[in-house]
């Protein structure tokens, strides 16, 4: 992990309310795994805000791209940075996505927002030829990111939105178990709101495939200290609970390993 | 580094005054990554309890005007942990190791004192009567200057480093809370711990945390935190170490000012990791542009 | 406007829930060259006392983190010039005027209730008992469970308008005072009045007010004062009226949930003369966007 | 008074740390006297920082100017305030210098920043024809403001610099008394730091001639509600006093009403 002064290449709007931003760092883009993410302080120097989490989206040579929605003040201020604005980051931090080492075919269930650390995901996982399929929901065709490159990448892609406006009316999870009775992967990798992490974790439990989940949680400091953010996941005896950070022992965890309720 | 910044808080001897706030720097190892740790004046650590606790449900952190709500609720992995997992690397820093000791009855404050006492490597003890995150003991023994006097009067007659005993701010009167356990025995005082506070979310109508109610540090509570060390220097005759809402040098320097003998910096960290030592840095600055020869010539020196 | 906003607070009718903080909008007529102050749900005016206060020395005013620090000291001519000469402006806006009553002994108090006893365009009493910034009087009264229920009891057996008691935040339980004044005879609850609260200028090395302490308010204390009210709120019956760094709808909202029937905005009103009614027509559509009938469906509607 | 969104028009760095901008508003142009104020909202939109109040520096036309210096966060966010720039403004403030109808001839007593207000004073004073004397001090000579505009127009100016770069070394209040003794104005009007003003109050008196000073104070609200910017005045009965709002009541006040002890 470092603290870099990194700065902004380029900055673009994807879509209402959703943009990318390419930032300058080869500390950060060589050593970042997918699933990892960066904590980014956003707004002026003397303003007292907690930096706020960002997956780390793409990976090109020695920049990183990150994608965001904008919801609030911090990513407002991050959706208005301009080339050449230096950003103070944090990062690479936390545990990635585990990639088997033959693995084969590998699922994603992507919901909403939960495509910004696929994407980095599936650049690797091609790279290494493994076959991919992709679940993708998202509330409105608008807001399917990245659809035509998962579709172009992918060896099916299946597709929900909440409204019908593109693929089958509902949530992702509502088509996975019929998806999966159609493709058999070794492995899924979820990323998205709980509920969509919640369902695919007790789906890939009843037919036994392997899933990791990216889990989101508020943060403060970021880098494991605070043990602010924490996920409830099982304890080493049964029955018994523990609650781990998601910063540092996460945002990636084994799907069984957690403690949904 | 000068000597002119060094500080002695209760026979604790510190390169300087600045140190961490207990719980915002874990046992250090994470922020060592970050800063080199070994130029702290001191490491306060994460509170610990005699068995492990979980802590409470997340969310546990939320974001208001200047300042976070936080609920921890003084998770960590107990004492014997402590000794045997993090101390081995603080050791390893050379600075003073101060533990942040906690507990739901006066029976595991003292378990705690037991196991560490004449441990390697730990220079003294902050006992932890002020946190507003547990349903036990915490702030409760904080509140009433009789509990708190009868808490401390007991750690005192067990524990073999000096006793830093931490107050709440949720009280009327703090002084009166300070009088009577420097009576009882504290070697030093820390304060301020967080304030109870709550943030509703406005879309969910739920509470922003899980346990509704939440402590508040930050900038937002400077001004708070800022009036009790200056009203409790004046009241007691021991050392104080102030906290609450320092996030630059000046921020530290008013708490100087006021009374404080040594400050700790808290939420501040988790914005810019290096506030610390920046800070160390810039105090030695100010020190060196007044001529001013030690801390003596800046502690207590608020002009009235 | 839409009744749907209309509350009651013991008694007193509010075509919404939007008042302003006592010392803050004074007795409306400079606010009145920038907003219609007639729109707003009541106006409570800078506290009052029998005869003319001067007020505190200056420096009275501080910026600190997303707040103020405030020493005024209740300056006011007296309750016979507010009667004669602040009143007549207030009658022809028509809306409630409730005027915040203050003291340094009870006797003071109940002659200025008495003095205001049947004036005509008086709609409510707000009894400063949590003043922080006077030496006698104030905050002392309001600390005490017992000193307050004494005051209240007798404030309460001479008022002829709805009694409201305005309650300090810096005590260890406010529910018990808040019992204890309900308990007294108080008809509603206002709260809170401003933190305790200091700041130093590291240039000079003095504090920054002439006082040395004063009242913190706005944005910052906002966790602290929204706490407050839910807990009071689920320990008394009468309706409370909220404040404490109330400065965008959102903030309002969050009160509503805790528990408060309406909502005082004070520190906001400095930078942005134009809150109140933005909060007014941002609740309104907040209630009909959600098909909300009455305040009724927002207040005390906490989901925990 | 007026609550403008008014428009920044140019805006303009003086020397270090000193600044002048130039503010589009018919309103607040055409209603101000010397000596009147505006109280402004620095910082983006959702930070809290209370207004501060600039003096009225010059009105051109729709337009008026501030001169100040950065000496905290908020005159530091001014100074980078660009063309194009929408302010929110309160003004115009507060009591101004009062001009007597024949009046024949005044001296400006000015202490560094103090000089602000008076350059629009002094447009009116040249336009009514009145004889304008100037004593003006400050730390050094590149601070002393629009000294070659007021030596043009004066007929006569007295300098000081506490370093002696300009002028006699010392405070201008050093100077006055000297000054006085050469020229002998009808009515004083002294702006700057509050010992210059007490000094200038002091000598005024004794010499009998008419003093007006602007006295500086921490805001609120800037309207006259919050009762703040207190200025120790002398009250109604000998001894007694009260205190002023130095927004709405001042911040001109006649010298030997102030209290300065
Ligand atoms: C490991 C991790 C990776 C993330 N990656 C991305 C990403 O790649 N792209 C992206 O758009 N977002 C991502 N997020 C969420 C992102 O951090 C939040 O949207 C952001 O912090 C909001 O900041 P804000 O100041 O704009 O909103 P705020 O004003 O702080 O809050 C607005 C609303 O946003 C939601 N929110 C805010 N912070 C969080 C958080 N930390 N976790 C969950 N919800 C939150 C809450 O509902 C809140 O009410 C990630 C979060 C985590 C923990
Ligand atoms: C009626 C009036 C007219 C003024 N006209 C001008 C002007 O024309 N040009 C100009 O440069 N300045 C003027 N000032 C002073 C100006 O308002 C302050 O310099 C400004 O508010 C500082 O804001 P800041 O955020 O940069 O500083 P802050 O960060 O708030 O404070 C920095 C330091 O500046 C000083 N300061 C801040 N505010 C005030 C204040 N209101 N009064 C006195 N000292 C203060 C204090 O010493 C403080 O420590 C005027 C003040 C008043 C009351
Ligand atoms: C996340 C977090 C955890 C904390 N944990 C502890 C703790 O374990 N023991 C303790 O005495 N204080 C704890 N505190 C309180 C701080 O030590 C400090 O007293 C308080 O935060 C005020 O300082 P600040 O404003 O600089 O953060 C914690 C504070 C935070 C923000
Ligand atoms: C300048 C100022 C003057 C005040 N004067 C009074 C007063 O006369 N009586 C009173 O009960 N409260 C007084 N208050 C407290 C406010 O009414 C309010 O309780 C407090 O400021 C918290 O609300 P806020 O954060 O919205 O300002 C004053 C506050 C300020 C800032
Ligand atoms: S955010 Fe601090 S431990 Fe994860
Ligand atoms: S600043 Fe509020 S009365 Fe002058």
């Known amino acids: 992990m470092f603290e870099v002064k990194a700065e902004v290449i380029a900055s673009k709007k994807i879509t209402k309310d959703i943009y990318s931003i390419k930032i300058l760092s080869p500390e950060i883009s060589e050593n970042a795994v997918p699933g990892q993410f960066v904590h980014l302080k956003c707004g002026e120097d003397k303003s007292f805000i907690l930096r706020r989490p960002f997956s780390i989206h793409r990976v090109d040579g020695k920049t990183f791209e990150l994608l965001f929605e904008v919801v609030g003040k911090g990513t407002r201020w991050l959706s208005e940075a301009k080339s050449h604005l230096t950003l103070d980051i944090l990062g690479p931090i936390g545990r990635g996505f585990s990639i088997g080492d033959n693995l084969k075919s590998v699922m994603f269930v992507v919901g909403g927002m939960g495509v910004a650390p696929l994407v980095f995901l599936s650049d690797q996982l091609i790279k290494r030829k493994v076959k991919l399929y992709v679940a993708i929901g998202a509330t409105t065709k608008d807001r399917l990111l990245y659809f035509m490159d998962l579709k172009r990448i992918s060896y099916k892609i299946f597709v929900s939105t909440d409204d019908g406006t593109c693929g089958q009316k509902g949530f992702v999870t509502d088509l996975l178990n019929n998806a999966l009775n159609t493709v058999k992967p070794e492995q899924i990798y979820a990323c998205g709101p709980r509920a969509v992490l919640r369902k695919t974790a007790e789906i890939s439990k009843e037919l036994k495939i392997p899933c990791e989940v990216s889990m989101v949680e508020r943060m403060a400091c970021g880098i494991g200290a605070c043990l602010g953010c924490a996920c409830k996941t099982k304890g080493k005896t049964n029955g018994d609970f523990e609650y781990k950070r998601v910063c540092v022992d996460g945002p990636v965890f084994d799907a069984e390993e957690v403690v949904w309720s | ?304």
């Not at chain 2, 939320?62 to 993090?86: A, R």
């Open chain 2, 1 to 304: 580094m000068r000597s002119g910044l060094a500080v002695d808080i209760a026979g604790i001897k510190m390169k300087n005054p600045l140190m961490t706030a207990s719980g915002t720097f874990a046992s250090g190892r994470e922020y060592s990554k970050l800063i080199d740790i070994s130029r702290l004046g001191a490491i306060v650590v994460k509170g610990v309890t005699l068995k492990e606790k979980k802590g409470n449900p997340p969310p546990r952190i939320c974001e208001t005007p200047s300042g976070i709500l936080n609920s921890i609720g003084l998770q960590n992995k107990g004492v014997n942990y402590f000794v045997e997992e993090d101390l081995p690397f603080l050791r390893k820093q050379k600075i003073p190791v101060i533990v942040n000791v906690a507990g739901s009855t006066i029976e595991e404050y003292l378990g705690v004192i037991e196991r560490i006492n004449g441990v390697h490597g730990i220079s003294g003890i902050e006992l932890n009567i002020s946190c507003p995150n547990v349903k036990e003991g915490g702030m409760i023994f904080g509140s009433d200057p009789k509990m708190a006097a009868k808490i401390v009067k007991k750690a005192k007659s067990v524990a073999e480093a000096p006793l830093i005993v931490k107050l709440t701010p949720n009280v009327m009167d703090i002084c009166e809370v300070a009088s009577a356990v420097v009576e009882a025995g504290a070697d030093a005082l820390s304060l301020i711990n967080s304030v109870l506070g709550m943030a509703i979310d406005v879309k969910t109508f739920r509470p922003r945390l899980a346990t509704t109610l939440g402590g508040l540090s930050g900038p937002a509570i400077k001004p708070i935190a800022l009036r009790m060390v200056w009203d409790v220097a004046r009241t007691v005759d021991v050392p104080i170490i102030g906290m609450g809402g320092i996030s630059c040098l000046e921020d530290a320097i008013e708490f100087f000012l006021a009374g404080a003998t040594a400050v700790a910096v808290g939420t501040a960290n988790f914005i810019n990791p290096k506030i610390t030592v920046e800070i160390i840095d810039g105090l030695e600055t100010f020190l060196e542009e007044r001529g001013m020869k030690s801390m003596d010539e800046l502690i207590g020196k608020l002009k009235v």
